[in-house]
């Protein structure tokens, strides 16, 4: 099933009277990284849920290759901010979600832990894990199934260097394998490093959609030059 | 005085008095099927509760929350008019057994454990529901993974229901009849046996009471410990 180009058209939402996204049109056909990004309650963590489907869509304003959210959603993962884990070891996390998604392939969680190099932290409960562990076990739940696009939503902001480049280099490995990425991230250096296509959001508006290096060379608008200064 | 009071107390308990062991297994007998009914019932009803959020559902809410203060004697006493020979369950033949305090100690205990239930699930849902619904799990799975992730405090919840209902004495004294070798348990012998001067009974059922208790107090402390 194809699922790019992906097309929000017109899309808003609100809680109560607090606009969290506003008439958002995207139309993208990258096929590797789209990064977005934003000031602190810009809405990109919401618009990155609206894509997953975690949030209500009654008007279908977002599609993927003209199937909707309901169609698609078996072929993608999130991975959030805070990693949801059970109270599980990690092993049974990862067991936990290739269970649902019925992967019936033979050791299937033994080479997930193997490719995303866990096997020290297999059995300890996710609870005692730290914050880059967390993270890893939380992508490593991702890729089960071999999903088509995963959301990650700041997947480094909370980790030291070696952490982020190792996650960077397990995220770069899902994109050769043909994973549509959505991040979002705050790291300029980050989203030069990996990203090709970028979404900068501002006030729940989108106010630039394009390619990386146009970004960075943004000279008008105010708002994304301070972000890149500053960032 | 009383140092003999309970040293004939202990003597009961260690020479396994035929009536006070009759009367502990009947006790047990009647918690433990209501604990179980109730349990049966009430835990997958306050789950399926958070799940299906809607006006009917805070309803529900406030009505069991309202009940689990309810005084165990109004409730026999409602049993009572419901089952008695001239109630609309009258039918049953029921009052005056030991299916009526079951019945009681259900009703009593219910709205506990579906409150009790209903925050723990709702408590684990709230961290949970983004990362099930990304799996787009079905709601009957959901339910099962959130009841599994609960299973500590939910065994935790049927401990507190057991104390509930083992310490229970208004609705079992009035729809049982504290009937001697039939339906006598521990809390309404308590009572019987002190109002009639017989207090040797009584405490050794009083010190066993304190037990189940304790053991309780105990288990609820190592699972919260576990949780």
Redesign the interface.
Known sequence: MSILPIKIDNFSYAIGDSKILRNINIDSKEKKITIIAGNNGSGKTTLL?AM???IEDPSNSISWANNSIKTI??LQ??V?QNP?L??RTTFENIL??AN??KTNEKNYVNKIIEKLNIKDIANIDARYLSGGEKQKVAIAMSIIGNPKIIFLDEPTSQLDPVYKHEIESIISSLVENDTKIFMTSHDISQIKRIGEEIIFLDKGRVIFNGKVKEFLNEKTNKVIRNYISYG | MLSNIIETAFHLIFTLDKDLIEIITLSLKVTLSALLISVFISIPFGSFLVLYRNKFQSFVILVSNTLMGMPPVVLGLIIYTLVSKRGIFGFLDILYTPSAMILAQTLLITPIVVSLTYEEIYKKHK??Y??L?????SNF?KLR?LIY?CRYALITVTLTGFGRASAEVGAVMIVGGNINHFTRVMTTAIAFETSKGSIELAVALGLILIMISFIITLLIKSLRKIK
């Open positions: 849920k997953h489907g975690l959603k078996e993962s999130m959030f949801i059970l109270n936990y979600v649902k998604k | 961290d949970y983004l990362f619904n990304s799996l787009n799990l799975s993974t992730e």
